[in-house]
């Protein structure tokens, strides 16, 4: 068992590669409805890998364009700019972080959740007049700490899994047990470390204990549609399924059973079209 403080991952944390710059930009920029299209395809056509990314996502079959998509400029046009940003940063994550370099963690899976949580969180903000894009940002990096450990620290991460497999405890839970540390705390320190907004880093600090003094509104819509997105990914027969949320976040989001009925069945269409999203 491998106990680990946190000053020794945020020391570590610097040896992650960091955003591109356009990346940076666009998360500084979330709530500036004016953003300028054309300057914005300019800086993303200037890192190739990252322009290949975003056109390979703009032209799956989730977004099911009927033309194909050459240019960012085309596919800010056709899919708009706050669809083409979620991609940009999911392109730049996913490039961040080395792939099957821990035993038994799987990527796919990890980007499917990210990506669930990120649309249910988008779902929650529109019926609470919260930023929706904000709130899908939020809700695609509220993990990121799960993947920085694994990139740093893989082998004892496997212990983690292990522990995780047989039963005695939540993720959250055996990640305390065998590091000593968790994934939100080591989330809100590289969400410092790269100079995320303040209400991104509570988010991402926040998402399971949304209940603790100063994390804000948006931690619990996140820890909410969290709780949606692995019951949903638990049974193919939802409404027998329970959520397990805190009690508190739950009845500040103010869902009633009508609401919830709706986003469940919103959100297992976009879990069911993600499937078909080259991550």
């Known amino acids: 068992m491998t106990q680990l403080s946190l000053q020794q991952v945020t020391d570590n944390l610097r040896d992650l590669p960091t955003l591109p710059a356009v990346v940076m930009e666009l998360l500084n920029s ?29 032209n799956s079959p989730y977004y099911s364009t009927l ?30 972080f080395p792939e099957n370099n821990c035993e038994g963690f799987n990527h796919k899976a990890f980007w499917r959740h990210s990506n669930a949580v990120a649309f249910i969180s988008k779902l929650i903000a529109r019926r609470m007049k919260f930023n929706e894009d904000v709130a899908f940002i939020a809700g695609l990096l509220h993990d990121i700490g799960l993947l920085a450990l694994v ?44 100079n995320f907004s303040d209400v991104m880093k509570h988010a991402i600090s926040g998402h399971h204990q949304p209940d603790k003094a100063g994390v804000g509104f948006l931690a619990s819509i996140i820890h909410v549609a969290d709780g949606v997105a692995h019951m949903l990914n638990r049974s193919d027969t939802p409404a027998t399924q329970t959520i397990s949320v805190s ?6 989001l103010n ?11 919103e959100a297992n269409i976009k879990l069911k079209k993600i499937d078909q999203f080259d991550l």
């Open 30 to 58: 979330l709530d500036q409805e004016d953003a300028d299209i054309s300057l914005l395809a300019k800086k993303v056509t200037q890192d190739l890998a990252l322009t290949a990314k975003t056109l390979r996502y703009a």
């Open 67 to 96: 033309i194909k998509v050459t240019t960012i400029q085309q596919a800010i046009s056709l899919l708009g700019m706050t669809t083409v940003k979620q991609m940009v940063l999911s392109a730049a994550l996913s490039g961040c």
């Open 151 to 194: 990139t740093l620290y893989p082998k004892e991460f496997e212990e983690v899994i292990a522990y995780r497999k047989s039963g005695l405890a939540t993720q959250f839970e055996a990640e305390r047990k065998i590091l000593g540390i968790d994934h939100a705390a080591v989330g809100e320190a590289l969400a410092i470390e790269w």
């Open 247 to 252: 009690l508190v976040s739950w009845n500040s």
């Open 255 to 265: 869902l009633d059973q009508a609401s919830l009925d709706t986003l469940i069945e």
